[in-house]
């Protein structure tokens, strides 16, 4: 290998390099959540259009509770039998104390008064749920 005169550079670059990495935020963790609940056929509807709308006090709120990529699906999984899945990733570092901090706000209480009634819980959920949590067996990034 020759000096071009630029080996000092390359140096000095791969030390920023090591730096920068050593320096750098660590890796957020996320934990993932997916749940069940129920929706009648003529609930679907207004259901639809609450989350079309969704408030931005409540969408503020998600963020602030460390909440991303939160999505609701929808499906006929029996003829006239409809569910709500839902899933997204935690970034925080205690989930119980975001979602007491949820619980508690005044704009996330006013919304679930208007989509709880919407909801049908399953049979099968635990006795402190509302929407009944799933277990994640299977995720690629």
């Given at each position: 290998m020759t000096n071009d005169g630029n080996f000092p550079m390359l140096v000095g670059l791969a030390l920023s390099c090591v730096m920068l990495l050593g320096c750098?935020?660590?890796?957020?963790?996320?934990?993932?959540?997916g749940s069940v609940i129920g929706i009648e056929r003529e609930h679907i509807e207004e259901y639809k259009r609450l989350h079309a709308e969704a408030w931005?006090?409540?969408l503020k709120m998600i963020k602030e509770c460390n909440i991303r990529n939160f999505s609701i699906y929808l499906a006929e999984l029996e003829e006239g039998k409809f569910y709500l899945f839902s899933n997204f990733e935690y970034t925080g570092d205690d989930f119980e104390a975001d979602?007491?901090?949820?619980?508690?706000?005044?704009?996330?209480?006013r919304w679930w008064k208007q989509t709880d009634p919407l909801q049908t819980p399953v049979p099968t959920r635990k006795k402190d749920e509302w929407w009944h949590a799933m277990e994640e067996v299977f995720h690629q990034e």
């Open positions: 750098a935020e660590k890796p957020i963790k996320v934990k993932r959540f931005p006090g409540v979602m007491k901090k949820m619980k508690a706000d005044p704009t996330t209480q």
